[in-house]
C-alpha cells in the first residue's frame, strides 16, 4: 500500500501574503457591481410581472418569469462572490436598483402584458450588453474567471430576450 499523499503549504500571516490589488481588478469589481445591481433591479421588475401578468399570456409568461427571477437571484449571489473573490465589499446601489421602476403605481392602471414584455425585453438587452463589455473588460485584464462568468450571463440574458421577443411577436 502506497504511503498518502501529503502536502505542506506555508502558513503565512494574511497581511504579509496578501497580494496588492490589482488596479484592473478594481475596475472588473466595479463593474461587477453594477451588473449586480442591474441584475436585482430586473428580478424586482421581473418579479412584480410575475404578480401582476394577466390575459390570455397569463400562464405562459407567469412560469417565464419565475424561471428568469429565480435564475437571476441565484446568479446576484455568484455575481457578489466573484466581487469578494476579487477583494471588494459586494454591494448594490439601492438608489440606482429602483430607477425607473413603478413604484408608485395605480392599481388601476397595470400595465398590459405586452408592455411587460416589452419593458423586460429592454432590460434584458441592456444588462447582456453590459455583460458582454464586462467579458472584454476581464479579458483585456487577463481574469478568465470574471470572463466567463459574464459570458454564462449574457448568454441567459439574450436567450431571455429571444423568449420575450418571440412572445412579443
Not at 3 to 22: F, M, S
Amino acid at each position: 500500500m502506497e504511503a498518502p499523499l501529503t502536502i505542506t503549504l506555508k502558513h503565512g500571516r494574511y497581511a504579509e501574503d496578501a497580494k496588492p490589488v490589482d488596479r484592473n481588478a478594481v475596475a472588473i469589481a466595479d463593474a461587477l457591481s453594477d451588473a449586480l445591481t442591474d441584475t436585482y433591479r430586473l428580478v424586482l421588475k421581473t418579479h412584480a410581472c410575475h404578480w401582476n401578468v394577466a390575459g390570455p399570456m397569463f400562464y405562459p409568461l407567469h412560469q417565464m418569469t419565475e424561471e428568469h427571477y429565480t435564475d437571476m437571484f441565484a446568479a446576484a449571489d455568484v455575481l457578489a462572490e466573484r466581487i469578494r473573490a476579487l477583494r471588494k465589499r459586494a454591494s448594490v446601489k439601492p438608489a440606482r436598483m429602483i430607477d425607473g421602476l413603478d413604484t408608485e403605481a395605480d392599481t388601476d392602471a397595470d400595465p398590459t402584458a405586452d408592455e411587460m414584455v416589452r419593458g423586460l425585453l429592454s432590460d434584458h438587452e441592456a444588462l447582456s450588453q453590459r455583460f458582454y463589455a464586462l467579458v472584454k473588460a476581464a479579458e483585456i485584464s487577463g481574469d478568465p474567471v470574471t470572463a466567463d462568468l459574464a459570458t454564462e450571463r449574457a448568454a441567459f440574458h439574450d436567450k431571455a430576450a429571444w423568449m420575450l421577443r418571440a412572445t412579443a411577436a
